[in-house]
């Protein structure tokens, strides 16, 4: 095995179905339990876990879920190119991501996701990272579409690892 062979463990979240099981068993019911009504899920799509796993519980609970990516991921068909959005984004379908999860995918901007990040922590006081700065305009841009309901957007990541 990799830990008998290197003395260590390799995770490696993006080919681990123990990944999406995690936020099944640990994310999703967190939600339900905390929150009396949940319409909509907004997540971030990076190696897939924290959607993939929590939208398959919520989807029990009749709750649609939509997926936010970078310009420059593939996921909404367009073309793959670099971008600065960390720790989301693909350059092809990831091996978890189950389509009939998916009610929609909003794609972001970097420029709009580094401008929340600045925008959350003056005015809200939170210190959040790219991802979690691509995650707020997706869930903005469907409570544009909606006139009622209840969205849970994931905040996945802390800006503390990117300052110095």
Not at 58 to 81: D, I, M, R, T, W
């Amino acid at each position: 095995s990799y830990a008998e062979k290197y003395g260590a463990v390799y995770m490696n979240q993006f080919e681990s179905e123990h990944n999406p099981d995690t936020y099944f068993h640990t994310l999703g019911p967190e939600l339900t339990s905390a929150l009396q009504q949940i319409d909509y899920f907004v997540a971030g799509i990076g190696s897939v876990g924290t959607f993939t796993g929590t939208a398959r519980y919520l989807k029990q609970h009749h709750v649609q879920c939509y997926a936010v990516e970078p310009e420059g991921s593939v996921l909404n068909g367009g073309p793959a190119h670099a971008h600065d959005t960390e720790g989301i984004g693909s350059e092809k379908w990831p091996i978890f991501l189950e389509r009939r999860l998916v009610d929609g995918i909003f794609t972001i901007k970097d420029q709009d996701a580094f401008r929340n990040v600045k925008s959350l922590a003056i005015n809200e006081g939170l210190l959040v990272g790219s991802s979690s700065g691509s995650a707020l305009p997706g869930a903005l841009n469907l409570k544009a579409q909606l006139s009622e309901g209840t969205i849970v957007v994931v905040f996945p990541d802390g800006s503390d690892r990117y300052m110095s």
